[in-house]
């Protein structure tokens, strides 16, 4: 039984701002959930952003919800399998991330009781990752030229750049003049509106891996409409929150690659489900990534394994964001573009605690004897 949950507000600076069409992000401030249990700790994260811009979640909500709502829950439950917590917590409406932050932290747990790495508890193919690098908006093109080239350099294997009206187009053009051949996508986190649609269909000429979430979450008629008309696949982010949601997309062509975050979906479990549809469907995935602490990305690496994901994933080393990491080793790329697997049992990585307490600006243990 979980005799014990700590919750932790983390704040974490960024090495560089980080600009999509939501806004500017210069640090992060998250929640960190440990959940212990004979001896040992499991650990997950729920990579919120200051605001409720990408969804409605934020550290406030996601505290709140966990320790009012889900962790009361399991403890009188007497919960500690990730399974029948997936199953019992679908009964709290949302707050996907409340949840998949705790669901992690209880396959962390599971996995090192089994003395197995996470991907294997997963069933999970693969010994390395490759993956992309996620690129915000810049303030020039050469400085996007220069972030473009240095990770090109250190070997990722795509380049996806964030766009939105006034920084789509003509940046594009620009990077695919002087980088005709790499792999490149875009994604405008719902920033677009229906009078956009010949707008964005100029984006079909430029040989690009995919389109990310132009259109808002909900608007899956709208996107597609995109499809229909242009060649460059749709790919899905924020539309899709659940199996459901992504069986309703895939049927009505709304969309021919999904971005999968275990974070956005609810945890480990719904991603299971999602990777079994889209064997029989022939979808392609990739997983996405939330500017995480190492917590969260050795998460994102385990999940990654499955046979489904045959993309370049969101999964940069820590140092693509953070000077300093909450986990050890720290991820390096590959001259291969791969991330390999730590071997390690559960995530296979480290939490330095001394590092998180001093990062940490909120702290409370919730015990299973005092509910
Ligand atoms: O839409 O994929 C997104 C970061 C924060 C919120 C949303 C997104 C992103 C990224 C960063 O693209 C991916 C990463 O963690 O490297
Ligand atoms: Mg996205």
Redesign the pocket.
């Known amino acids: 039984m979980i005799e014990r949950v700590t919750l932790r507000l983390v704040e974490m600076e960024l090495l560089f701002p ?1 600009e ?1 069409s ?1 806004g500017v ?1 210069k640090r992060r401030r998250f929640v960190v959930v440990e959940v212990f249990e004979d001896g040992i700790s499991g650990w997950g994260e729920a ?1 919120v ?1 200051l605001h409720p811009l ?1 969804s409605y979640e934020t550290a406030g909500t996601v505290w709140s919800v966990l320790k009012e709502s889900i962790i009361p829950f399991v403890f009188k439950e007497k919960i500690e399998d990730p399974y029948r917590f997936h199953e019992k917590v679908n009964r709290f409406r949302g707050h996907r991330m409340a949840k998949a932050s705790f669901e992690l932290s209880l396959f962390d747990l599971y996995a090192k009781k089994k003395k197995e790495p996470l991907w294997r508890i997963y069933g999970g193919e693969k010994k390395e990752i490759e993956v992309g ?2 690129l915000g908006i810049e303030k020039d093109i050469n400085k996007l030229f220069e972030r473009i080239s240095y990770f090109l350099e250190r070997n990722y294997k795509r380049i ?1 750049l ?1 766009i939105k009206p006034g920084w789509d187009l003509q940046v594009i053009e620009k990077v695919r003049e002087r980088f005709p051949n790499i792999p490149l996508s875009v ?1 405008a ?1 719902q920033a677009y509106r229906e009078n956009d649609i010949e707008h964005i269909k100029l984006l079909d000429n430029f040989n690009l891996l995919m389109i ?2 132009p259109f808002p979450a909900s608007e899956i008629e709208l996107h597609k409409r995109l499809q229909e008309e242009i060649n460059t696949p749709i790919c899905l ?2 539309s899709v929150c659940c199996y459901k949601d992504m069986e309703r997309a895939w049927r009505m062509r709304a969309m021919r690659i999904l ?1 999968v ?1 275990p974070s956005r979906v609810g945890g480990a479990c719904e991603v299971l489900k999602l990777h079994e549809f889209a064997k029989r469907e022939g979808i392609p995935l990739w997983c ?5 602490s190492g917590i969260g990305r050795a998460h994102n690496l385990h999940i990654a394994t499955l046979s489904s994901f045959v993309l370049p994933n ?3 080393e820590n140092s ?2 953070y000077e300093e990491d909450i986990t050890y080793p720290l991820f390096e790329i590959t001259k291969r573009g791969t991330l390999p697997l730590p071997d390690g049992e559960g995530i296979g990585v480290n939490v330095d605690l001394s590092f998180l307490e001093s990062i940490t600006l909120r702290k409370e243990y919730l015990h299973s004897s005092l509910t």
Not at 288 to 292: C, P, S
Request: proline fraction near 3%; glycine fraction near 6%.
């Open positions: 980080f999509t939501f992000e990579p952003s990408y690098v996620s996806k964030k994604d986190n990310e979430q982010d924020e971005n975050k996405g990534g939330m500017l995480e969101d999964i940069s693509r964001y």
